[in-house]
């Protein structure tokens, strides 16, 4: 029968390389090591390891295993703390989209850190429908997203930042009306395939504005340097305008009425890490001050 002391080694050998280090990490002999391997082999009639290198190299069908023996010692883990009645506790397996938004979760997994010593958050960052997909799939307990369309109806998506979109041009650069410069200065475009870049895109074609592109670009915090060095003007969020020198970078609200994006945390309607993600949340929306957003009771 598979055991967790099994799993904790292969996952140390993994981690350090050859069955001798993994063996002093689990206080084990290498002998010993070596049996729990094949032992785990004949249990899943998979080959773990390829014996034939030096060191062994792991094969397809390992890297499969080790993936499993993360799974089911994060959920042992997990349940542990949860019978301990210490649901503050455990792996919290987030991802996020590679947004501005990005620039606050460090802030939030600090504090988090220091109210919640026995939580260990593991971050992973990719594209949305990744992420909704493996959230779907149990494979993460939550995800950081742009409002999406057509969220399955098994997850549940909270916002925790309701932001303004401005229109931001260089420092002594004339500005007071937002259609005029769209029309006539050199224009950054936001080139990416995320819900902002569409968001932004479906305003200025509402507006009826031709811009003048100068250059496109696929990252929100490289188009703000450009626009801080001179080099046209574009539009951005609210939260890429955080850095004492962006003080100085003239905006103008975008959008008649001025245009808001939302970012929020999606999460399985039945969640067993709800209380944790809702404490995430509420650090979340306390970091984005005046733009901030109460979690939703649940319905």
Same mark, same amino acid.
């Not at 390829?50 to 883990?77: C, F, H, N, Y």
């Not at 109806?153 to 769209?182: C, K």
């Given at each position: 029968?598979?055991?967790?002391?099994?799993?904790?080694?292969?996952?140390?050998?993994?981690?350090?390389?050859?069955?001798?280090?993994?063996?002093?990490?689990?206080?084990?002999? !290498?002998?010993?090591?070596?049996?729990?391997?094949?032992?785990?082999?004949?249990?899943? *009639?998979?080959? @773990?390891?390829? /014996? +034939?290198?030096?060191?062994?190299?792991?094969?397809?069908?390992?890297?499969?295993?080790?993936?499993?023996?993360?799974?089911?010692?994060?959920?042992?883990?997990?349940?542990?703390?949860?019978?301990?009645?210490?649901?503050?506790?455990?792996?919290?397996?987030?991802?996020s989209v590679r947004s501005s938004a990005l620039n606050l979760l460090p802030r939030a997994l600090v504090q988090m850190r220091q109210r919640y010593p026995d939580l260990k958050p593991n971050l992973r960052v990719s594209l949305s429908s990744t992420l909704i997909a493996d959230v779907a799939a149990g494979r993460l307990d939550a995800a950081i997203v742009a409002?999406?369309?057509?969220?399955?109806?098994?997850?549940?998506?909270?916002?925790?930042?309701?932001?303004?979109?401005?229109?931001?041009? !260089?420092?002594?650069?004339?500005?007071?009306?937002?259609?005029?410069?769209?029309?006539? *200065?050199?224009? @950054?475009?936001? /080139? +990416?395939?995320?819900?902002?870049?569409?968001?932004?895109d479906t305003e200025l074609s509402r507006l009826g504005v031709v811009t003048n592109d100068v250059a496109e670009i696929d990252t929100i915090g490289s188009i703000v340097t450009g626009v801080r060095q001179g080099l046209g003007i574009s539009v951005v969020p609210h939260v890429a305008l955080q850095e004492p020198e962006d003080l100085n970078i003239t905006r103008l609200p975008f959008g008649t009425p001025q245009v808001n994006r939302q970012i929020g945390i999606v999460e399985r309607t039945a969640s067993p890490r709800a209380e944790i993600i809702a404490r995430l949340h509420a650090v979340l929306s306390e970091l984005c001050g005046d733009y901030g957003v109460d979690r939703p009771a649940r319905s």
């Open positions: 029968m598979m055991d967790t002391r099994q799993l904790r080694t292969l996952l140390a050998i993994q981690s350090h390389g050859t069955f001798a280090q993994a063996a002093d990490v689990v206080g084990l002999t !290498p002998s010993a090591v070596s049996q729990q391997v094949h032992a785990l082999e004949e249990e899943l *009639r998979v080959t @773990i390891f390829d /014996r +034939s290198t030096r060191p062994p190299r792991t094969t397809p069908e390992g890297l499969q295993v080790i993936e499993m023996a993360k799974d089911i010692l994060r959920r042992e883990e997990d349940t542990k703390a949860s019978l301990r009645g210490d649901q503050i506790a455990g792996t919290l397996m987030l991802g409002e999406h369309l057509g969220f399955p109806g098994a997850l549940r998506w909270s916002p925790f930042l309701r932001e303004p979109l401005w229109l931001i041009a !260089p420092r002594g650069m004339e500005a007071s009306d937002p259609i005029e410069l769209l029309n006539t *200065r050199p224009y @950054i475009r936001f /080139r +990416s395939a995320v819900p902002l870049a569409n968001l932004i």
